[in-house]
């Protein structure tokens, strides 16, 4: 009957989010041990701009677990961002990207290479964050203008003034910002005027079937048109096709990151396939 059948659902769900917590909580230490243990370590997934080829990287974080291998973001960074230890990852992704750029100006063939870094919420939002990205371009000596911070539309729901100005301070000493996953959250054309932001990023949903879909062909097209009013400058993330890309090109896209151009990789493999295709 229905009371017995709601009881069971009742304890089903219990015993879901029982094991939901506990897997957590797990993830939660297992996170704490590798902070300590250096099992955190950054991938690069090339960003190529038309008739320039590759411009820059934007910077994937990896945790290689001794006994599962490797874990995705998308599985530990929602449980560091609940916890707040992506306050000390976000801060440790951003200074080895910073010394990163110092080391890539050295050099002529990699000096105009920019990083790009995701920041969650909890590092948006905390009082810290102005200094911590000025401390830590200070501290390696990059170069702010090649330093791209990515946010998400949802990280600039809350505190609006607050965060403008932040993005203003930083934007000030060159840093650029980017909408990462643009077009899957609520940003209206008003709101987005208010925000000092240089690019949107094409969330990949929108790539995947550009092809075979007239709904995503008419997002993507409203993204450029949105770009090109806002002078906004406009990147398609999840490329893994030439079609795709030579849609996107014929869209009016110039800008380009996804497997098709090249996969998030360790930063020596990174280095040495850039090299070789801008040698090209
Ligand atoms: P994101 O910032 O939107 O990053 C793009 C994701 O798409 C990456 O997943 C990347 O590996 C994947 N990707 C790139 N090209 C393609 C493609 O052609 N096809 C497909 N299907 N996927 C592609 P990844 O590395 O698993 O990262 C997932 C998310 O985790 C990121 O999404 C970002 O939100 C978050 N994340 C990663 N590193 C950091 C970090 O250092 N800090 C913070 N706060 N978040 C991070
Ligand atoms: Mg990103
Ligand atoms: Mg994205
Ligand atoms: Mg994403």
Redo the contacts with the bound molecule.
Sequence with gaps: DAKGHGRNGMRFFNQQMQADISARAELAAGLRQAILNNELLLHF?PQLEREKGIVGA????RWQHPEQGMI???RF?PVAESTGQ?LQI?HW?LEQSCLQLAEWARFPDTTHWYLA????ARQLHSTNFVADVTRALQQSGAAPDKLVL?LTESQLLQDVDTVIAKMQQLTNLGVRFSL??FGTGYSSLSYLKLLPLQQLKID?SFVRDLLTDPNDKAIVKTIMALGQSLELAVIA????SEAQYRKLLQLGCKQF????FGK?QPLESFVLSAKVQSSI
């Design positions: 997934q934007e910077v994937l974080l995705s973001p998308a960074i992506i976000g992704v870094v995701n920041i969650s990515e990462d996953d990949h993330e999840g490329v893994e990151q996804g497997y098709f998030p």
